[in-house]
T-cell receptor, first 112, second 111 residues
Framework: DVKVTQSSRYLVKRTGEKVFLECVQDMDHENMFWYRQDPGLGLRLIYFSYDVKMKEKGDIPEGYSVSREKKERFSLILESASTNQTSMYLC???????????FGAGTRLSVL | QKEVEQDPGPLSVPEGAIVSLNCTYSNSAFQYFMWYRQYSRKGPELLMYTYSSGNKEDGRFTAQVDKSSKYISLFIRDSQPSDSATYLCATPYSSASKIIFGSGTRLSIRP
């Protein structure tokens, strides 16, 4: 079975802190994604990576950056956390050319 | 207008009822459609995947696509409390494997 693991289920951070969300997949997938999920807004793509060190902005990249130094790991970075970044963050991965994405369990981030 | 629209619900039905979940989309170029199911405090998981108009059945679940009206549906027969979840319709929109998701419909099946 494909496994996408997000390092934290719940995080509480303070405004202005630098926050790292980590995601690891074990199926040698080329593509990895970071989404945030908010009530009424669904899943919105923050960043996407199609290869090591390669990244592409999604629909809402402002305030976020990403890092992909190894194929299996994709990190989302909040440079200076703000209260409007309180949300559920979901990581996903898939094989290149496949439309089916596999998701982690999510990280619920609260910024106080 | 969002490219994929979905009624957020919540929708509450008694056990054993037939459930109909619906989405509309705006871009006639969309060809593939998916339904993801998301249990509380979990990530979404793929439930059904369809291409072209018509029906696709998998056990108690039927996915239907009507391209002429840009309407996609998921029917659940003999609904069970374990079907209580948020259901998201989705469609891929680029060769880079990106997906547009509807906002999700929260479904509750009452025992």
């Amino acid at each position: 079975d494909v496994k996408v693991t997000q390092s934290s289920r719940y995080l509480v951070k303070r405004t202005g802190e630098k926050v790292f969300l980590e995601c690891v997949q074990d199926m040698d997938h080329e593509n990895m994604f970071w989404y945030r999920q908010d009530p009424g807004l669904g899943l919105r793509l923050i960043y996407f990576s199609y290869d090591v060190k390669m990244k592409e902005k999604g629909d809402i990249p402002e305030g976020y950056s990403v890092s992909r130094e190894k194929k299996e790991r994709f990190s989302l970075i909040l440079e200076s956390a703000s209260t409007n970044q309180t949300s559920m963050y979901l990581c996903a991965s898939n094989l290149g050319g496949s439309n089916i994405q596999y998701f982690g369990a999510g990280t619920r981030l609260s910024v106080l | 207008q969002k490219e994929v629209e979905q009624d957020p619900g919540p929708l509450s039905v008694p056990e054993g009822a037939i459930v109909s979940l619906n989405c509309t989309y705006s871009n006639s170029a969309f060809q593939y459609f998916m339904w993801y199911r998301q249990y509380s405090r979990k990530g979404p998981e793929l439930l059904m995947y369809t291409y072209s108009s018509g029906n696709k059945e998998d056990g108690r679940f039927t996915a239907q696509v009507d391209k002429s009206s840009k309407y996609i549906s998921l029917f659940i027969r003999d609904s069970q409390p374990s079907d209580s979840a948020t259901y998201l319709c989705a469609t891929p929109y680029s060769s880079a494997s990106k997906i547009i998701f509807g906002s999700g419909t929260r479904l509750s099946i009452r025992p």
